[in-house]
């Protein structure tokens, strides 16, 4: 799935997400100029595909949501509040909105992936069997994540797809930093159960 | 099913697993480009009004069907009273 991977690295780094005062100012601008938004869409595009493939596990799925995410972004705009939410945290909510309806719609059957992955580092020094316990491993992993709660799945998808920090998770889920902490030692718990019941 | 307490290895094993899946997964180049003009242009479909109309429509019909059972039941009692 990776070999697929491509695009501009340049838009697929967290640091390109740019001074949050600069979006909310490009937000504002959008409502009189909507073809700003193309400078907020070209800022945040990487990011948000990365959550929700991270979310649905398969490209064209990936690609259809994220434009849409950006399609109710635009419609939206208007009724963006600024006050207290970056700009990034209001876009995840839309993304968060637009894959809970996927979701549903599809009956919440996993789309799998994360299996579809393969792990960064390689394993020259690995024999066969490791490697197949490793698979193993990512194929009950990915079984598991898909049977966490939404809110889960999404804290998930939030901290490793987009290496947020609690704060930060927090103000796109609505909870505190120690909710947020909270929240993610016990869904660390109930994944390694799921994965200990499914062996 | 195992109940024991989470170790700081078992969170350092799930955690690496967690970032491996994240990988280094970015959007075509020429996704990126088409879909830019695709959103400006509006020309994404996006099912959320028609979800909102259908859920609209089907409000009114069941609306709808409330009000005439309910008419047909109070012109039965009236008839069977008179």
Redesign the interface.
């Known amino acids: ?2 070999q697929d ?5 340049s ?2 780094s967290p640091a390109s997400i740019g001074d949050p005062r600069d979006d909310k100012a490009l937000a504002r601008a959008t409502r009189d100029e ?2 700003l ?2 400078t907020l ?2 800022r945040h ?2 990011t948000i ?2 959550y929700v ?2 979310r649905v596990g398969n ?1 064209d799925d ?2 259809d949501l ?3 995410v ?3 972004a ?2 939206h705009i208007g009724s963006y509040d600024d006050r207290g939410v970056p700009f990034t945290a209001w876009l995840y909510r839309i993304a968060h909105n637009v894959v809970a ?1 996927f979701h549903r719609d599809n009956g919440r059957h996993p789309m799998v992936s ?1 299996d579809d ?5 390689t394993h020259h020094h690995d024999d066969a069997d490791t490697r197949i316990d490793a698979r193993a ?2 194929e009950r ?2 079984r598991a ?1 898909h049977k966490l709660p939404e809110e889960r799945q999404q804290l ?1 998808a939030l ?3 987009q290496q947020l920090q609690n704060a930060e998770v927090g103000q796109i889920m609505r909870r505190s930093e120690g909710a947020i902490k909270s929240l993610y ?1 016990r869904t ?2 109930q ?3 799921l994965m ?2 499914d062996r | ?3 024991s307490a ?1 170790t700081p290895e ?2 350092a094993w ?2 690496a ?13 020429e ?2 480009a088409r ?2 003009a ?3 242009d ?1 020309e ?5 009004a028609s ?1 909102l109309a259908a859920a609209f429509v089907v409000t009114a019909i069941a609306a709808g069907t409330a009000a005439f059972a309910a008419s047909v039941l109070f012109l039965m009692t009236r008839r069977r009273r008179g």
Do not use: C, W
């Open positions: 799935m990776l991977a491509q695009g501009d690295s838009l697929s909507p073809a938004f193309g869409y070209e595009v990487a595909y990365r493939y991270y490209h990936t690609e994220t434009a849409r950006f399609m109710r635009l419609k309806n994360l992955i393969e792990p960064r580092e491993d990512r992993l990915t994540y998930l901290k490793f797809s030692h660390l718990e994944l390694r159960e200990e019941a | 099913m195992s109940r989470m078992d969170i799930l955690e697993r967690l970032g491996e899946a994240a990988g280094r997964v970015a959007p075509r180049g996704f990126i879909t830019k695709a959103v400006l509006g994404i479909d996006d099912p959320e979800t």
